[in-house]
């Protein structure tokens, strides 16, 4: 079949080859006869190349290329004609009667058609009378793809000389016609040429039908173009186009019966038009529509002439214009049209019914958008239809499932608030047709769309409205299957959209986060990672927000501690159900944080229960070393950021650390993790310090010492060596602090061990980056000595230079 093709498009080039250079050549002659003033010999030639448009050889798309080339040359003989016969017209006359005893009728009638556009031009004869006499006489080609582009030639040629005046009385217009007359003209050319196209369906073999088709396709704009011809007469007005025009174009378009010729030309008509003159023929248009032969997709056709009518009506609507048909009765309109089309027609596909009303829905929501009950008509009509069908889920990325997309995007899109939605009772109906994935796809569209307009929750009707709109997303599903990505990034939009919760006071704000909390607990422990965090989180800004009202409000403290109680059994949840560590430890300190910002009666008591907690989820539920570190970091830097702990409250949870540290299953992160924890008795506030750092040097000593045992007892030398130098830094810090007990012989004392240490190092890398690092360290405590001046000797800069030399 491929190779069959290629030889035919092969001979057609050939043939089309051969037919332009006799075009080329002939239209040459024409030329050089017309420089010679021999008129008659140009037509003659004019007659030889335009012969090759006989031809039957050709498909539309190459009899095209052919006819382009012929038509060029005919305008020069055109333009070179008009120039010579307005300086003397009494030769017109001999040339048109020559013309007509031209022995083939194809080259006779284009050039007929030319110079019937000269007499035109140059004033001669009737243009009204000429124009009619044009018109009939291509009556003579029958044959549908010649008699086709000629008069498409005819219709080109007179654009620009249709008359375009009004319907009135006058000697001028009764001698060239009224826009009438043009309409006559045009509608003439039309019927013809639909039939001429219509004709191409029953010419040859039935196994060639898919050919013929697709030429067909390739020559309706030809058709077409009559159409357009009509809309851009300016005369042409709304009487004119009800009683004249739309009532020949529906009965050429009906009585065709050919489902191709109907299905465009109605989309043609709904294209071309204005939308005033389908407001006032819609009735009529829609009465068409319901006699268009079975296989014409109607719905195609009033999906247009909806969205056409309700783009045209919004923004009438948004101008104010005096023509906006403010009280039609369109959505009644169109709405039985669409539940009668889909009655007479039991076998349409479903996907067709959806996509149908997609644009009722789109014509409701854009042109009353204050009248919501015609939204809601829309899917329960749509509900009514998928229940008789017995459709029982609709897969989301199938035919039915993108349209049913597309349908329940627009009121979103459209009303900008999503809790609007809540107004249309069949949306949610109809939404719960769709599968899981469909329904988790919709729900983060809501969700988005909220976020994007910034519509907050204000109230609980609110939160329970948007809730049970995205319910997918909340709630364990039996036929969940969804990908880990596309699960997180879900429910990462549903913690955002707590976020968007807020009331107009305290207390409601946080009866509204209880609400959320509980509705968002059910969710299970895959999904309560994701969504109980923000609520902590919010419940912490709302208690920051609210630590200057204490003196507006009697129960301020008890309110306070309520916030509290409620953030810790929400981070209680993520650690029983979810059976999560380091999320929770890291909410119970940032608690513990908060807490310590507020001055509440019992701040110091809900400090110490989250830090505790944060240790207890430490020591029994963070399993893994690096984790245990990185957690027990968090706990000192978060005990480090609080000033209101009493002494008896702060040393336990200090000594608890302390303990933590030593307790580490490597020793390298025992070491690490002491020299941490000594921060916590050097940096830490109690509230006996009033705001001044405890500096407990002895506390201090005490933990570096044992630091440097644990290091001691290392038996890797490169690890041991590291160690040495952070304990070291770590000494030579507090010395430089001022730390008392920190003397210089402990110190130097254990410089010494590590430089012994590092001589037994084996060459490499990590030995070398060592030593540098003990060079730096070196040269900071000789720096540290010389400011307290207990350096007996080496007293420059230059000297510690040197001993750094030495050590290389």
């Not at 051969?18 to 007659?47: N, P, W, Y």
């Not at 005919?74 to 010579?84: A, K, P, R, Y």
């Not at 924890?677 to 830490?684: D, E, I, Q, S």
Request: hydrophobic share 40%; proline share 3%; charged share 30%.
């Amino acid at each position: 079949m491929v190779e069959n093709s290629m030889i035919n498009v092969a001979e057609q080039e050939k043939a089309l080859e051969q037919a332009t250079r006799i075009v080329k050549s002939e239209a040459f002659e024409m030329k050089r006869c017309l420089d010679k003033g021999k008129t008659m010999d140009a037509l003659k030639h004019a007659l030889l190349f335009l012969g090759e448009l006989r031809t039957g050889d050709l498909s539309p798309k190459f009899y095209y290329r052919l006819y382009m080339d012929s038509i060029n040359e005919l305008q020069q003989l055109e333009t070179v004609l008009i120039d010579e016969f307005t300086q003397d017209s009494s030769k017109l006359n001999n040339l048109y009667e020559c013309v007509q005893y031209a022995g083939t009728i194809i080259p006779r009638l284009y050039l007929l058609v030319t110079l019937g556009v000269v007499f035109i031009k140059c004033g001669l004869g009737s243009k009204k009378e000429l124009l009619k006499d044009m018109v009939e006489m291509c009556r003579g080609v029958q044959h549908p793809l010649r008699g086709l582009f000629l008069r498409n030639y005819l219709l080109q040629s007179t654009r620009s000389l249709l008359p375009d005046s009004p319907d009135g009385i006058g000697e001028k217009s009764a001698r060239d016609g009224t826009v009438s007359d043009a309409v006559d003209f045009v509608l003439i050319n039309f019927a013809e040429m639909n039939k001429l196209w219509v004709r191409m369906q029953h010419q040859g073999p039935s196994r060639e039908k898919e050919k013929r088709e697709k030429d067909r396709m390739e020559l309706r704009i030809l058709v077409g173009t009559n159409l357009v011809r009509l809309s851009q007469l300016e005369s042409l007005n709304e009487e004119m186009y009800v009683r004249d025009v739309l009532p020949s174009i529906l009965e050429q378009v009906v009585s065709c019966k050919d489902p191709i010729s109907q299905e465009y030309l109605m989309e043609c008509v709904i294209q071309v038009f204005s939308d005033d003159f389908h407001l006032s023929t819609l009735n009529e248009f829609l009465a068409a529509c319901g006699q268009l032969v079975p296989e014409v997709n109607v719905k195609n056709v009033l999906i247009a002439l909806i969205d056409r009518l309700a783009l045209y009506t919004t923004s009438s609507i948004e101008g104010q214009s005096a023509a906006a048909p403010s009280k039609m009765e369109l959505f009644e309109i169109f709405s039985a049209q669409a539940k009668d089309l889909i009655k007479n027609r039991p076998d349409m596909p479903m996907e067709d019914v959806v996509s149908l009303h997609v644009s009722l829905v789109s014509l409701a929501v854009k042109c009353y958008s204050d009248r919501v009950e015609f939204a809601n008509m829309s899917f329960l009509s749509l509900r009514n239809i998928l229940e008789e069908k017995g459709v029982e889920s609709i897969e989301a990325f199938g035919k039915v499932g993108r349209e049913l997309t597309k349908l329940l995007h627009i009121p979103i899109d459209e009303y900008k608030n999503v809790l609007k939605l809540s107004e249309l009772p069949e949306f949610l109906k109809v939404l719960n047709y769709f599968d899981y994935r469909g329904k988790c796809n919709t729900s983060s569209y809501i969700i988005q769309n909220l976020l994007d307009e910034q519509t907050f929750l204000k109230n609980d009707q609110e939160i329970q409205a948007v809730f049970q709109l995205i319910e997918a997303l909340l709630k364990e599903h039996a036929e969940a299957d969804c990908e880990a990505e596309d699960f997180a990034e879900e429910q990462n939009l549903v913690a955002r959209l707590v976020h968007m919760i807020r009331a107009d006071d305290v207390d409601s704000q946080f009866l509204l986060l209880n609400l959320a909390r509980k509705m968002l607990g059910e969710g299970g422990k895959s999904r309560i990672k994701y969504t109980l965090p923000p609520i902590v989180f919010e419940l912490y800004r709302l208690v920051l927000g609210y630590r200057d009202q204490k003196d507006e409000d009697e129960k301020w403290n008890a309110k306070v501690r309520k916030i509290f109680v409620c953030a810790m059994g929400t981070i209680g949840a993520l650690v029983s159900t979810a059976e999560l560590a380091e999320l929770p430890l890291k909410l119970y300190l940032d608690g513990a944080m908060t807490a310590d910002k507020v001055p509440f009666d019992e701040n110091h008591v809900v400090v110490y229960e989250f830090v505790s907690k944060s240790m207890s989820i430490l020591e029994d539920d963070v399993a893994d070393s690096r984790d245990r570190v990185r957690c027990l970091q968090l706990t000192v830097g978060a005990l480090l950021q609080t000033s209101n702990l009493p002494e008896e409250n702060w040393s336990p949870l200090a000594s608890q650390c302390a303990l933590a540290a030593a307790k580490m299953f490597k020793k390298p992160d025992q070491v690490r993790s002491l020299c941490t924890v000594a921060n916590l008795y050097w940096h830490g506030k109690t509230k006996e310090t009033n705001g001044e750092m405890l500096k407990n040097g002895k506390r201090v000593v005490e933990i570096l010492r044992k630091a440097v045992k644990i290091a001691t007892e290392c038996l890797e030398p490169v690890v041991q060596q590291q160690l040495f130098i952070i304990v070291l830094s770590a000494f030579t810090y507090y010395y430089e602090d001022g730390c008392q007990e920190i003397n210089i012989e402990q110190i130097e004392e254990l410089m010494r061990r590590t430089q012994e240490n590092a001589v037994q190092l084996d060459v490499s890398a990590e030995a070398d980056s060592l030593e540098r690092q003990l060079a730096d360290a070196v040269k900071r405590l000789k720096l540290a000595k010389l400011e307290k001046h207990e350096v007996p000797v080496t007293p420059s800069l230059e000297d510690c230079e040197k001993v750094e030399e030495e050590q290389a």
